[in-house]
């Protein structure tokens, strides 16, 4: 319990597991005049340190929408017209049906863009991406991309490429890594660009996700491809920037046009040549400190941001495009923005409307801890909530975690459990 007065965000906490556990549940009690969406989110077990599996705790866009609802304590369906007196049934049925969104929930429902093609030759891409990143892509039978990168040796470590592809279900197809080439200091020369060439045959005609993993040392300097559409999830770094002149020979310093669905976008730069004024579609926003977020809410269903000068990490909750013909969106269960008059007939979310108590809004979200990112016995969870600031900030009365054991009947087991997680975790 407590009392704090929020006005930055996000901000991070941890807490000790007192004993093995299968799920952890987060209660807050709060008071919100200053957020369209708050999110709450638990570290996962990840090679990025900003893993976290984020889940809604307060959503007025949800919250707002008009339509009939019902909840079974852990989903909400809201049906434009009433059919569905449960949600087992609508589950039931999901196949037979369209105009169906989501949030949060896995609608297993292939994306199939009709009539699709190849563009006829392979186009060069010429962009600058700093570290990882993922993007969407859309397959006729062969995946083909041309990867080049270059790595700048600023930092000392091993920068390794791995390149992964999932379906939209999330299975990994494919994986392949590429070693270092030797130069590990940051006393080292910048390494020659290097060619790496993606090719999966006689695949499903559909929607893949590609997974670029990699350090900040590295930058990718094109991707050459047939496939028509990319569109990026969730960040982007731009680094077409002076800031990278001296190592890499394809700077323009062109400015960037950058097309997405994100209803909340934040920007942050880690040296001078990155503080400039963005502008999301008629909003202007001055990034004037360095290792600073800014964030700006914007809710049309498509915006652009143009960046004059790049050398700018961008961050969102939805998808990014660097031309409208690359766009596309197969994110049918990241839906965050919904409003009563949108052209949907349902929407199911793992989403529970907050309880009103004493005055104040009481949320509760609960993850499993199978995934969970578990060091020394600790937790650590996110609080997201763009929009605060001083004259408006999030009140938080109360966080309270309580934690849910595994269901076993052997007190054999049970004390087994105890110890190895004892065991594990002790300091």
């Given at each position: 319990?407590?009392?704090?007065?929020?006005?930055?965000?996000?901000?991070?906490?941890?807490?000790?597991?007192?004993?093995?556990?299968?799920?952890?549940?987060?209660?807050?009690?709060?008071?919100?005049?200053?957020?369209?969406?708050?999110?709450?989110?638990?570290?996962?077990?990840?090679?990025?340190?900003?893993?976290?599996?984020?889940?809604?705790?307060?959503?007025?866009?949800?919250?707002?929408?008009?339509?009939?609802?019902?909840?079974?304590?852990?989903?909400?369906?809201?049906?434009?017209?009433?059919?569905?007196?449960?949600?087992?049934?609508?589950?039931?049925?999901?196949?037979?049906?369209?105009?169906?969104?989501?949030?949060?929930?896995?609608?297993?429902?292939?994306?199939?863009?009709?009539?699709?093609?190849?563009?006829?030759?392979?186009?060069?891409?010429?962009?600058?991406?700093?570290?990882?990143?993922?993007?969407?892509?859309?397959?006729?039978?062969?995946?083909?991309?041309?990867?080049?990168?270059?790595?700048?040796?600023?930092?000392?470590?091993?920068?390794?490429?791995?390149?992964?592809?999932?379906?939209?279900?999330?299975?990994?197809?494919?994986?392949?890594?590429?070693?270092?080439?030797?130069?590990?200091?940051?006393?080292?020369?910048?390494?020659?660009?290097?060619?790496?060439?993606?090719?999966?045959?006689?695949?499903?005609?559909?929607?893949?996700?590609?997974?670029?993993?990699?350090?900040?040392?590295?930058?990718?300097?094109?991707?050459?491809?047939?496939?028509?559409?990319?569109?990026?999830?969730?960040?982007?770094?731009?680094?077409?920037?002076?800031?990278?002149?001296?190592?890499?020979?394809?700077?323009?310093?062109?400015?960037?046009?950058?097309?997405?669905?994100?209803?909340?976008?934040?920007?942050?730069?880690?040296?001078?040549?990155?503080?400039?004024?963005?502008?999301?579609?008629?909003?202007?926003?001055?990034?004037?400190?360095?290792?600073?977020?800014?964030?700006?809410?914007?809710?049309?269903?498509?915006k652009t941001i143009d960046i004059p000068q790049n050398d700018i990490l961008v961050e969102g909750n939805g998808l990014f495009a660097f031309s409208e013909a690359m766009y596309f969106d197969p994110q049918s269960v990241k839906k965050e923005v919904i409003y009563s008059e949108d052209n949907y007939d349902y929407f199911i979310a793992k989403y529970q409307k907050p309880q009103?108590?004493?005055?104040?809004?009481?949320?509760?979200?609960?993850?499993?801890?199978?995934?969970?990112?578990?060091?020394?016995?600790?937790?650590?969870?996110?609080?997201?909530?763009?929009?605060?600031?001083?004259?408006?900030?999030?009140?938080?009365?109360?966080?309270?975690?309580?934690?849910?054991?595994?269901?076993?009947?052997?007190?054999?087991?049970?004390?087994?459990?105890?110890?190895?997680?004892?065991?594990?975790?002790?300091?």
């Amino acid at each position: 319990g407590g009392q704090w007065q929020i006005t930055q965000e996000p901000i991070y906490f941890t807490t000790r597991m007192p004993a093995p556990a299968a799920r952890v549940e987060l209660e807050l009690v709060y008071d919100n005049t200053c957020c369209q969406n708050i999110k709450a989110g638990l570290q996962q077990q990840s090679n990025n340190q900003w893993a976290y599996q984020l889940q809604s705790v307060n959503n007025k866009h949800f919250d707002d929408l008009n339509w009939s609802s019902i909840s079974d304590g852990q989903y909400t369906l809201w049906q434009k017209q009433e059919k569905y007196s449960n949600i087992d049934d609508f589950m039931t049925d999901l196949d037979q049906l369209e105009k169906v969104v989501a949030y949060n929930v896995d609608l297993d429902q292939d994306f199939v863009i009709a009539d699709y093609q190849d563009a006829k030759e392979s186009k060069d891409n010429q962009l600058i991406i700093r570290g990882e990143y993922s993007f969407y892509t859309y397959v006729d039978q062969q995946l083909a991309i041309e990867f080049e990168f270059q790595d700048l040796n600023r930092a000392n470590n091993e920068d390794n490429i791995v390149i992964s592809v999932f379906d939209l279900q999330n299975h990994k197809i494919y994986e392949h890594s590429y070693r270092d080439d030797g130069y590990v200091l940051n006393t080292d020369p910048e390494s020659e660009p290097k060619n790496v060439y993606l090719q999966i045959d006689d695949l499903v005609s559909g929607a893949y996700r590609v997974v670029v993993n990699v350090s900040n040392d590295i930058f990718t300097t094109r991707l050459t491809t047939k496939q028509q559409y990319l569109t990026f999830i969730n960040k982007l770094y731009l680094a077409d920037s002076s800031e990278y002149a001296d190592g890499l020979q394809q700077i323009t310093g062109q400015p960037t046009r950058l097309l997405t669905n994100s209803s909340e976008i934040r920007f942050s730069t880690s040296h001078r040549a990155g503080l400039q004024s963005i502008v999301v579609n008629d909003q202007q926003i001055a990034i004037e400190q360095l290792h600073q977020y800014y964030t700006i809410t914007d809710f049309a269903a498509q915006k652009t941001i143009d960046i004059p000068q790049n050398d700018i990490l961008v961050e969102g909750n939805g998808l990014f495009a660097f031309s409208e013909a690359m766009y596309f969106d197969p994110q049918s269960v990241k839906k965050e923005v919904i409003y009563s008059e949108d052209n949907y007939d349902y929407f199911i979310a793992k989403y529970q409307k907050p309880q009103q108590e004493d005055g104040q809004l009481v949320s509760k979200v609960s993850w499993p801890l199978a995934g969970a990112q578990i060091e020394r016995g600790q937790l650590r969870f996110i609080i997201s909530a763009p929009g605060v600031r001083n004259e408006s900030p999030l009140q938080i009365s109360s966080i309270k975690i309580k934690y849910y054991p595994e269901q076993t009947d052997s007190i054999i087991e049970h004390l087994i459990n105890y110890f190895r997680f004892w065991y594990v975790n002790r300091r």
